[in-house]
């Protein structure tokens, strides 16, 4: 069959990667991609905003299924769009979506249907008084998310007062997240290790796929600002079997059918974000698309045939069979931009990719082709991905870093310690 790939970041790399594999493809093409998925697929420049014209595009090339990475596209119609014109779509509908652009969707969905979760308040702009009263009178620390779309970054963690009442001056009058911020969530902190999980469902069948872990702080040891994510592992040892038995019937199931329950029936990954805590696994947060960089590890050990897994989805009858995990591990280190995630340059050469073993995966985030060279535009730059055969992520870490070593452009910035906290534990 024919594909169509909508993105153009790591993630969307590592479905390119993932569907090439399929035996089943005939052509993907990648609207509107990067340099480093052109071994994969043929890319294709055309805006992502103009719905008629990748419709038109669907039927001169024939294409059976539009796999739409980004969370932009789907919260915007994207899905719907192309549905409405006959044509298989894996990712959620605009109602569905809101699983994820509103934050305040999301919990009232747990609260309804006892999904465990944190507890929490909500205020929009015009209860800044309000909202400035209730933290006063809270225990910390405390989490202050914007409602909306954030690109990963609404989330702040307040250790104090002081703190909380910046987050909603950040939030309410300096609009650092736009309308995003029209409304804000504070909830209670969960103390815990995070986890991720990504459910594939047709809306009413699902399957997991491996778990992963990723880390969201720009520094070692979990400090500084809150990125779109510095790395990754899969699976993470904290997911037990007994963890994601229960995560599965009392989490995904629940919210799949809570979903179409409410008229939001949701096709593609349901994305969920959890938190192990002594009480037993909560959720953070759920998105409506495949995490990033989480993607990066979860799908290189993956076997079997992804693309009939994305497509059986899309179609309403979920192939359960069509991948399986390989008993491998993963890890995947971001190379970032300096600076990042406040301002940093752009347009710096890469050096040293051909310079990596055959087994290393680098999947391209923020670059460009510049005559012919490989040049940094974005904050997450690369994501440097190592896999074994067998469970041993101290072994994908040390070929993950041994690779870096091989890279290098101007303002190069990434974590040392990625994975550290399995391997250390486990």
């Known amino acids: ?109 747990m609260v309804k249907y006892n999904i465990p979760t944190s507890g929490y308040v909500e205020f929009k702009s015009t209860e800044q008084k309000e909202a400035l009263e209730y933290i006063r009178t809270q225990k910390y620390p405390l989490v202050i998310k914007a409602d909306g779309l954030a690109a990963g970054k609404g989330v702040l963690i307040c250790n104090s007062v002081h703190e909380a009442e910046n987050a909603i001056k950040q939030i309410f009058i300096d609009k650092v997240f736009g309308a995003s911020g029209d409304k804000l969530i504070i909830e209670e902190f969960m103390y815990g290790e995070e986890a991720s999980i990504f459910a594939i469902t047709d809306g009413k069948e699902f399957i997991c796929l491996p778990s992963a872990q990723d880390h969201k702080r720009i520094g070692n040891n979990d400090t500084g600002k809150n990125t779109g994510g510095m790395g990754a592992y899969s699976p993470a040892p904290v997911v037990t079997k007994e963890i994601l038995d229960w995560v599965e019937e009392k989490i995904i199931a629940t919210a799949i059918k809570g979903m179409e329950n409410e008229g939001r029936k949701f096709i593609g990954c349901l994305y969920c974000g959890l938190m192990i805590t002594s009480e037993g696994p909560k959720v953070v947060e759920f998105n409506c698309r495949f995490g990033d960089p989480e993607t990066q590890v979860v799908l290189p050990i993956l076997d079997g045939d992804f693309l009939q897994l994305l497509y059986s989805a899309s179609a309403g009858a979920l192939d359960k069979n069509a991948v399986k995990y390989s008993n491998g591990s993963a890890v995947c280190v971001v190379a970032a931009s300096k600076g990042y995630p406040d301002a940093f340059n752009k347009g710096f050469e890469i050096h040293g990719l051909n310079d990596v073993e055959n087994d290393i995966l680098i999947f391209q985030a923020g670059t460009k082709a510049l005559d012919d060279k490989i040049v940094t535009n974005g904050g997450r730059v690369l994501g440097i991905t190592a896999i074994t055969e067998k469970m041993d992520l101290q072994l994908a870490k040390q070929k993950a870093y041994e690779a870096l070593d091989k890279i290098h452009f101007d303002g190069i910035y990434f974590r040392q310690d990625i994975a550290d906290r399995a391997i250390l534990k486990h």
């Open 1 to 109: 069959m024919n594909v169509l790939l909508i993105g153009s970041g790591g993630r969307e790399h590592a479905l390119a990667y993932k569907i090439h594999q399929s035996k089943s493809l005939d052509t993907l093409y990648i609207l509107p991609g990067n340099p480093g998925m052109k071994n994969l697929g043929i890319n294709i420049d055309m805006n992502v905003k103009d719905f008629s014209s990748i419709a038109q595009f669907c039927f001169d090339k024939k294409i059976e299924l539009v796999v739409i990475g980004p969370e932009q596209p789907l919260v915007d119609g994207m899905a719907d769009f192309l549905r409405e014109k006959g044509i298989n779509v894996f990712g959620p509908g605009k109602k569905a979506a809101d699983i994820e652009a509103q934050k305040s969707f999301a919990k009232y969905l």
